[in-house]
């Protein structure tokens, strides 16, 4: 079995976790958040099955994330990605008068900084060579 990080694999986990942050919140007003909570009654099996996927995909995301960049890692990716957001909208490639399209970009940054913090343990090993401990397989 494998485990190189491909851009195939980068690209799966940017997608599961923009359905994850855009599954749970957009501004399209087509969202758990819209429809499961905002109209929680009825409450119904489907709408808590897909608030605990919601649920399940974010501690997987935020796990992996605290895990694999630590509270200053994804401080300072956090700000990278803000500050390049800035810099966009300074550029007037997203207009700043669009509640919409920063709302959209700012929820896409978020799902670009969970995707890095997905991928990021194998982006160390590869630049440094060092493993994280949880990675170490037993061979007998």
């Not at 919140?25 to 608030?51: E, L, Q, T």
């Not at 969970?114 to 994280?132: E, K, P, Y």
Request: contains cysteine; positive net charge.
């Amino acid at each position: 079995m494998t485990r190189e990080l491909t851009w195939t694999g980068v690209l799966w986990r940017f997608v599961f976790a923009l359905i994850v942050v855009m599954g749970t919140y957009n501004p399209s007003g087509h969202s758990y958040f819209h429809w499961g909570i905002m109209h929680i009654r009825p409450f119904d099996p489907v709408k808590a099955v897909i608030g605990i996927l919601l649920v399940i995909g974010w501690v997987v995301y935020l796990r992996a994330t605290l895990r694999s960049l630590g509270g200053v890692g994804l401080i300072l990716v956090s700000a990278l990605c803000a500050a390049l957001l800035w810099l966009v909208i300074d550029w007037g490639l997203i207009p700043r008068d669009s509640i919409m399209a920063v709302s959209y970009s700012v929820l896409t940054i978020i799902s670009i900084i969970l995707t890095v913090g997905m991928i990021w343990s194998h982006v160390r090993r590869r630049l440094s060579g060092q493993v994280d401990t949880d990675e170490v397989e037993h061979r007998e």
